[in-house]
């Protein structure tokens, strides 16, 4: 598959902590794209990232791009009730048409 | 606000009876995606138009089909639904294409029950 795998599935912390997600994916892209979607909703882009780049910030999120490991990682810092989501990447693959191809999810529960 | 709409938020449809769901954009974007996802799976994406140009993807059954009669208006038409087809149907818009760093703004998504 060439979508993008994501690790860990689910997560559980404690609100202030800190979250860490992390995407995987086998091909070479030409951008990468974080989202997330509360339960029975639709998605909400957080941040792109292209592959010329290397780490990327907004408010409180982190996302970090090596394209020799082929990965990414998004931190969310200072964590609240309110970041309990799905936490999607998705992938727009080189030559691979002009379509996102979105990751399996890491669910985030971030208790009080 | 400038927003993706679709309606209805929640369908309910038989076996093998068609169903249209839509989406409305007032974002005047000028790319439409429709995508499925079912429980606890990544969003899989059946065809998108730009402008008019309709864009089918290589998997996506023929039971499925779309309809775009203006900028604003797209339309998912499943012909027959079968029980497999019960999912959450999201619609989403972006500017340009993926491939130009455009990212997509999404609609709530209409949750598609079928009895």
């Known amino acids: 598959s060439q979508q993008g795998e994501e690790d860990p599935q689910a997560l559980s912390i404690q609100e202030g902590e800190n979250a860490t997600m992390n995407c995987s994916y086998k091909t070479s892209i030409n951008n990468l794209q974080w989202y997330r979607q509360n339960s029975g909703r639709g998605l909400v882009h957080l941040i792109l990232i292209r592959s010329n780049e290397r780490e990327k910030h907004s408010g409180r999120l982190r996302v970090t791009l090596d394209t020799s490991k082929k990965s990414s990682s998004l931190l969310i810092t200072a964590s609240r009730a309110a970041d309990t989501a799905s936490y999607f990447c998705a992938i727009k693959l080189t030559g691979g048409g002009n379509k996102l191809t979105f990751g399996t999810g890491t669910q985030l529960k971030v208790e009080l | 606000d400038a927003m993706v709409i679709q309606n209805p938020r929640y369908q309910v449809t038989q076996f093998g009876k068609p169903v249209t769901l839509s989406c409305s954009q007032t974002?005047?974007?000028?790319?439409m995606y429709w995508y499925q996802q079912k429980s606890s799976q990544a969003p899989k994406l059946l065809f998108h138009?730009?402008?008019?140009?309709?864009?089918n993807e290589a998997d996506t059954p023929d039971n499925f089909q779309s309809r775009r009669p203006n900028t604003s208006f797209c339309f998912l038409d499943i012909r027959s639904p079968g029980l497999g087809d019960a999912a959450m149907y999201l619609c989403?818009?972006?500017?340009?294409?993926?491939?130009?760093?455009?990212?997509?703004?999404f609609g709530p998504g209409t949750r598609l029950t079928v009895l």
């Open positions: 138009y730009y402008d008019k140009d309709f864009n």
């Open positions: 974002l005047n974007h000028n790319v």
């Open positions: 989403a818009t972006s500017r340009g294409l993926a491939g130009n760093y455009n990212e997509q703004f």
